[in-house]
C-alpha cells in the first residue's frame, strides 16, 4: 500500500505565486528522487467551523488560504529513503535557508506520514 504525506499550510494570498513557484521547484525534488505523487492544492470550498476545520487547525488569518498538500510513496520505506534524499538536496536546502523568506508561516504547518488503508 502507498505512504503518504500530508501537510496543511496557511499562506497569504499574496504570496501565493511565490509559493506555488516554490512547490513546482520542491516538487521535482521529490519526484526526482522517487515520490510517485506530489500535489498541492488551495482551499476552493473551505469553510471555518465552529469546533473544528482545516482554517482552525492552521490558525487562519485574515488575508490568508489553507493549502493541501500531499506526496505519495511506494511505501513507507520509500518514503524514509526518498526523504533522506530530498533533505541533502542542494536546492532544497536553497530554498529553505532563511525561513523569514519562505513564503508561509511554517511555524503553523500541520504534518505527518500517514499508511494507507483503502486505495483504488
Not at 520542491?26 to 482554517?55: I, M, N, Q, Y
Request: net charge positive; charged share 30%.
Amino acid at each position: 500500500m502507498p505512504y503518504i504525506d500530508g501537510f496543511v499550510v496557511p499562506v497569504p494570498k499574496k504570496n501565493l505565486g511565490a509559493y506555488r513557484s516554490m512547490a513546482r521547484k520542491a516538487g521535482k525534488v521529490w519526484r526526482e528522487h522517487g515520490a510517485l505523487e506530489f500535489r498541492e492544492c488551495v482551499a476552493d470550498d473551505v469553510k471555518k467551523g465552529k469546533w473544528t476545520s482545516f482554517p482552525r487547525s492552521v490558525k487562519l488569518k485574515a488575508g490568508e488560504t489553507v493549502v493541501f498538500s500531499y506526496i505519495v510513496y511506494k511505501s513507507r520505506k520509500s518514503r524514509d529513503s526518498v526523504l533522506a534524499k530530498v533533505m541533502k538536496d542542494p536546492r532544497l536546502a536553497k530554498m529553505m535557508a532563511n525561513p523569514k523568506d519562505m513564503p508561509f508561516d511554517g511555524k503553523r504547518m500541520i504534518y505527518g506520514g500517514f499508511r494507507s488503508i483503502v486505495a483504488f
